[in-house]
């Protein structure tokens, strides 16, 4: 592979999926973006995506979303017991997430090579809408246990974001 060119598939990844979110989460390919240093400085929003535009009205300012975007990996595709790659991510994640007050809500969207893209959330969707493939039991550092949820993206993207995620605001 030519040198940089795994920076700009990652970029274009991102690009892509911060129009797929702001179109599925304020009907707008353009409130989100990719964070210009890619979540490398810290700026009022945490994370890869991050608002661009002002938020609609009913949301006061508050953007309570933590998204971060992987691509490619493919000696890292995770597997019922050899989650390790996704692990870090997700603990990189709640790290980052205990630095905001208001980012609590995590959301990778990883595109493993040859895979489906899927998200994983600290969310749980209406369990009755079957929408979850597995679930990541996590440790976190005070030995609390969590659970982090993985979904396909493209399977989400069919439904209203605010009825798969009503307590959100």
Sequence with gaps: MLPGKSKAKGNKFENTTAKQL??????????????????????????????????????????????????????DV?????????KQ??????????????????????????????????YLINSNLKLFTVAIPIIKPDNTLIYFYSYLFNDLLEFDFFKLFPDIY
């Excluded at 490398?40 to 300012?61: E, M």
């Excluded at 995770?78 to 390790?84: A, D, E, L, N, S």
């Excluded at 980052?96 to 600290?122: D, M, V």
Aim: glycine residues 6%.
């Design 89 to 122: 991510w997700i603990d990189k994640c709640l790290e980052e997430s205990e630095q905001s007050e208001t980012q609590k809500n995590i959301y990778i969207i990883a595109k493993f090579k040859y895979k489906p893209t899927i998200l994983i959330t600290n």
């Design 22 to 75: 702001g179109l599925w989460m304020f009907d707008s390919p353009t409130i989100l973006g990719r964070h210009l240093t890619s979540g490398a400085i810290k700026t009022a929003w945490l994370g890869d995506i991050v608002p661009v535009k002002q938020l609609p009205a009913k949301f006061n300012g508050s953007f309570p979303f933590l998204f971060e975007c992987k691509h490619g990996y493919a000696n």
């Design 78 to 86: 995770p597997t019922f017991i050899k989650y390790t790659k996704l």
